[in-house]
Structures are given as structure tokens and as C-alpha cells.
């Protein structure tokens, strides 16, 4: 999938770094976005890299806006964001095997992001059960979400060429 860099993937990368926003501040008003037990609505996005390698830079981007205008620390902006770049890019990478494209954001993020909550926030459950349950949020939004975003986005018409 070679895709060279011009106004349109500029603009679709944009676009889909606007959308974690919004959904991450929906998830957010529900107490879904940050903490021991978080579903990331905008996890589910990070199956577009299936379709469009401008979606790894938008959702990178869009991690560290929602990160800093949800109030997150910096350490959290940081490596929050690293995780869904890490997660993106396996994506990217399985975008020819979609069944498994989800897997990547799941495990870097249910791997890093423990840490993040018992370093950075003081979180004093074990490792072990912050990977659990941030592991079962990402299920939730990427291998259950993602994938039905990635079957209806299959469907359509060809939006992301």
C-alpha cells in the first residue's frame, strides 16, 4: 500500500485525529476514558489503518489532543499515545489480515498503560490486574467495535482511496 503524502491524506489523517477526539471526550463523559477500568470508543478506530496508512499519524495525534484536553498527565500524554502509535502501526502492518489487525492496539496498550496508571497516577492495584482490565477495555473497542467498524467500512465504497 504505498501512499504518497498529499492534501488528501493530510486531510484524512486530520479527519480521523478529530474523531478520537469526539469520541474520546464522549467516553470521557461517561467516566469510559482514563482510569483502571476505560473503553475508549475512539480505540475502535484504530482498525483504519486496514485502509489508509494516513490513519496511524491521525491517531497518534489525535491520542495526544484527547490526552491533553482530558486533563491526562504528561507522562500519560506521552505513553498513552506511544501505545496507540505502537498499536496503529501493528495494524498497518496485519492490514491484509483484519481478523487479527485488532490485536496489536490491545496488546500495547494493555502492556504500557498499567504502567502509566501505577507510575503516573499511583494506581495501587497489581500490574497484572491493571493489564486485565485495561486489556478487557480494549477488546471491547478494538477486537468488538473495531470490527464491526472495519465490516461496515468494507462495504462501502472506497472512501479511503
Given at each position: 500500500m504505498k501512499q504518497s503524502f498529499n492534501v488528501k491524506t493530510l486531510s484524512m489523517g486530520g479527519a480521523i485525529a478529530a474523531l478520537y477526539v469526539?469520541?474520546?471526550?464522549?467516553?470521557?463523559?461517561?467516566?469510559?476514558?482514563?482510569?483502571?477500568?476505560?473503553?475508549?470508543?475512539?480505540e475502535a478506530l484504530t482498525?483504519?489503518?486496514?485502509?489508509?496508512?494516513?490513519?496511524?499519524?491521525?491517531?497518534?495525534?489525535?491520542?495526544?489532543?484527547?490526552?491533553?484536553?482530558?486533563?491526562?498527565?504528561?507522562w500519560d500524554v506521552v505513553f498513552g499515545s506511544l501505545a496507540t502509535l505502537i498499536g496503529a502501526v501493528g495494524t498497518l502492518l496485519l492490514r491484509r489480515k483484519p481478523l487479527l489487525a485488532w490485536?496489536?492496539?490491545?496488546?500495547?496498550?494493555?502492556?504500557?498503560?498499567?504502567?502509566?496508571?501505577?507510575?503516573v497516577y499511583g494506581v495501587p492495584?497489581?500490574?497484572w490486574y491493571l493489564m486485565l482490565t485495561v486489556g478487557a477495555g480494549e477488546v471491547i473497542?478494538?477486537?468488538?467495535?473495531?470490527?464491526?467498524?472495519?465490516?461496515?467500512?468494507?462495504?462501502?465504497?472506497?472512501?479511503?482511496?
Open positions: 469526539v469520541l474520546t471526550m464522549l467516553a470521557n463523559a461517561f467516566g469510559l476514558a482514563s482510569g483502571a477500568i476505560q473503553v475508549r470508543l475512539s482498525i483504519l489503518p486496514c485502509f489508509t496508512s494516513s490513519a496511524v499519524p491521525g491517531l497518534t495525534v489525535g491520542c495526544v489532543l484527547a490526552n491533553l484536553i482530558t486533563g491526562c498527565a504528561p490485536i496489536p492496539p490491545v496488546l500495547s496498550n494493555a502492556v504500557i498503560v498499567p504502567f502509566v496508571l501505577q507510575k492495584d497489581a500490574w473497542a478494538c477486537g468488538v467495535l473495531g470490527l464491526i467498524l472495519y465490516k461496515s467500512l468494507a462495504k462501502a465504497p472506497k472512501v479511503f482511496q
